[in-house]
C-alpha cells in the first residue's frame, strides 16, 4: 500500500521483507554529555502495516487514525550516527526543527539531529517515561508504542498534506533498556511471540482511541 507511506517518509531507511522478522535494535552509543548519547550501530525495527496516525494540532498524541491493511515490514535505519538520545525532567518532543510546544514533556527523547554528534534536536522519532530498575538499567517506555518518522508524511495518495506529522505502530515492542551504555529494544523472545500469535494477541494488533 503506497509501499508502506514511502518507507516512512525518510531516507535514510530501507525496507525489507518483513514475514517472519522481528526489530533488531541494539546499538552502543557515543556519550556526548551528561545526558546525550549518539547511537552507534545500524539497527531495524518492524512495524505493522495495519495503520497509521495523523497529528493534525502538533500534540505528539494521534488525533486521526488511517487504516492501511498493509504487511507489516521492517526499516532499517542506516545512518544511526543521526540519532541521539537524551535525558531530562521536562523535555518536548521536536519536530522539522521546532518543539511540539502542545506536547506533554518526556523524560527522554530519540530524535534525529542534521549534525551528527550533537543534541539538538530535529525531529524526535521516539520519546517516553524512563523507570530505573534498581540494577544499573532503566526502563524507557515508547509514548503509545508509536515511531514519528522524520520528514512526517510524503507525497501521498490519500490527499493528506505533505509533512503532517505522522505516526506508525511498532509491531514487536514498546520499550528500551537502557544501561548507560547500550539501547536494547525489549522484542519478546520468537517463542513468545509465536504463543501470542496462536493466542490472537499479537502485540501490533493493540487497539487505542
Excluded: K
Excluded at 532499517?76 to 535525558?87: G, K, S
Excluded at 506536547?103 to 527522554?108: C, I, N, P
Excluded at 510524503?154 to 537502557?178: K, L, Q, R
Amino acid at each position: 500500500m503506497f509501499r508502506t507511506l514511502q518507507v516512512l517518509a525518510c531516507a535514510t531507511i530501507t525496507s525489507t521483507a518483513a514475514m517472519a522478522s522481528t526489530s533488531n535494535f541494539n546499538t552502543t552509543t557515543n556519550q556526548l554529555s551528561a545526558s546525550a548519547y549518539q547511537l552507534v550501530d545500524e539497527f531495524e525495527i518492524l512495524y505493522s502495516g495495519e495503520n497509521f496516525y495523523l497529528d493534525t494540532d502538533f500534540d505528539n498524541t494521534p488525533d486521526m487514525t488511517i487504516p492501511l491493511g498493509a504487511p507489516d515490514y521492517l526499516g532499517l535505519y542506516t545512518d544511526p550516527e543521526h540519532y541521539t538520545l537524551d535525558f531530562g525532567s521536562d523535555l518536548q518532543p521536536f519536530y522539522l526543527g521546532a518543539a511540539l510546544g502542545g506536547a506533554a514533556s518526556v523524560e527522554w527523547r530519540l530524535s534525529y539531529v542534521l549534525t551528527p554528534g550533537t543534541a539538538v534536536a530535529y525531529s524526535t522519532i521516539m520519546s517516553g517515561t524512563s523507570t530505573d530498575n534498581g540494577d544499573g538499567t532503566w526502563t524507557l517506555d515508547i509514548d503509545l508504542g508509536l515511531e514519528w518518522p522524520v520528514n512526517g508524511m510524503p507525497v501521498n495518495e490519500f490527499g493528506i498534506p505533505t509533512g503532517t506529522h505522522i505516526a506508525a505502530e511498532i509491531a514487536d515492542f514498546t520499550s528500551f533498556t537502557w544501561d548507560g551504555e547500550t539501547l536494547m529494544a525489549n522484542v519478546p523472545a520468537p517463542a513468545a511471540l509465536g504463543l501470542l500469535a496462536i493466542a490472537g494477541l499479537g502485540s501490533h494488533r493493540r487497539r487505542r482511541r
